[in-house]
């Protein structure tokens, strides 16, 4: 779990982790769902997400430098998925961060 928080930049496939841990990725799959109850890469996902937050409520970083730091191809695929795990597109939830920081 350490090595996806400190990777989030680099190629995180179910695959790679598998040959990282020296295990089958289906193994590993396995493994995510028995200890974190979801997929090796839905947590994958919500890592980035969870750090992209951060980065959105604390930083001045532009979208598409977050996007790329936490592993995402460009900021379009960013936004998307994102929306989709929180509701909100990345440019919308700072906005509300900085409006909940400011009161």
């Known amino acids: 779990?350490?090595?996806v928080q400190t990777h989030l930049d680099h190629n995180l496939s179910r695959e790679v982790l598998a040959a990282r841990?020296?295990?089958s990725a289906v193994h590993l799959n396995?493994?995510?769902l028995q200890t974190e109850g979801?997929?090796?890469m839905r947590y994958v996902t919500l890592q980035r997400i969870n750090?992209?937050?951060t980065m959105l409520s604390k930083g001045n970083e532009s979208i598409e430098d977050i996007a790329h730091f936490v592993g995402f191809a460009n900021g379009s695929?960013?936004?998307t998925v994102f929306r989709?795990?929180?509701g909100k597109?990345?440019?919308a939830f700072r906005k509300e961060a900085e409006e909940n920081t400011s009161k």
């Open 38 to 40: 979801v997929s090796v």
């Open 84 to 86: 989709r795990c929180t």
């Open 30 to 32: 396995r493994l995510f």
């Open 51 to 53: 750090a992209a937050k």
């Open 21 to 23: 841990f020296k295990i």
């Open 1 to 3: 779990m350490d090595y």
């Open 89 to 91: 597109s990345p440019r």
């Open 77 to 79: 695929s960013f936004g």
